[in-house]
């Protein structure tokens, strides 16, 4: 009964492991349709907690400027020239969080005379656990380059999975969570 209990508690966070979770804001007194060019502000990638190295590296930090290039560029921005100014500065931050859900499971009961035959199994009893999981949070900021000024962020989470991945899946998520969160940039 324990085992089918967790069994039940892994699906339901496999089943929050697909779920979006986009969230995006942005300054609306911006015309976002001006801006054409666009630099890595400096450090391009941050990792929180710094040094996790479950997620910090130096070949996550390219996949992510790889991703969000792509991305930009698809939507009509430009890397700034050499020795030109631009538009907008891009930030990203790939965040490792420890997380806490509680789980209820009702056990037993029993269906009356709704189906047609009455059924007793027995009194229904609730079990609560706590279960503890990793979850990823890929963060991308547009600031304005002269003053600072968050214009535009947008972030995606992921449960961390438990088993290993090969660099193309890696590869592969990134570019998903990527995706998702710049799906409707610029704002209209």
């Known amino acids: 009964m ?3 209990a967790l069994l ?3 699906a339901l966070l496999l089943g929050c492991q697909t779920t979006s979770t986009v969230q995006r804001d942005y300054n609306p007194g911006h015309s976002f349709m001006d801006y054409q060019t666009w630099d890595w502000a400096d450090p391009a990638v941050e990792f929180r907690p710094q040094g996790d190295p479950r997620i910090a590296s130096d070949i996550t930090a390219n996949r992510i400027r790889e991703a969000v290039s792509g991305q930009l560029d698809a939507r009509g921005l430009r890397p700034v020239l050499e020795g030109s100014d631009a538009d907008l500065l891009v930030r990203a931050y790939l965040i490792n969080e420890q997380k806490q859900d509680v789980v209820t499971i009702t056990h037993g009961g029993s269906f009356g005379a709704y189906w047609g035959r009455g059924w007793a199994g027995g009194p ?3 079990e609560s656990r706590s ?3 990793q979850e ?5 900021d547009m600031v304005h380059p002269e003053t600072g000024e968050l214009l535009w962020r947008g ?3 992921e449960l961390m999975r438990q088993r290993p991945m090969s660099p193309n899946e ?3 998520q990134i570019q998903q969570l990527v995706t998702r969160i710049l ?5 209209g």
């Open 136 to 140: 990823v949070t890929l963060q991308i």
């Open 155 to 157: 972030s995606d989470s």
């Open 170 to 172: 890696r590869n592969q």
């Open 183 to 187: 799906g409707t940039f610029p704002p």
């Open 131 to 133: 279960v503890d999981y």
């Open 2 to 4: 324990r085992v089918l």
């Open 124 to 126: 229904a009893y609730s």
């Open 8 to 10: 039940a508690v892994f």
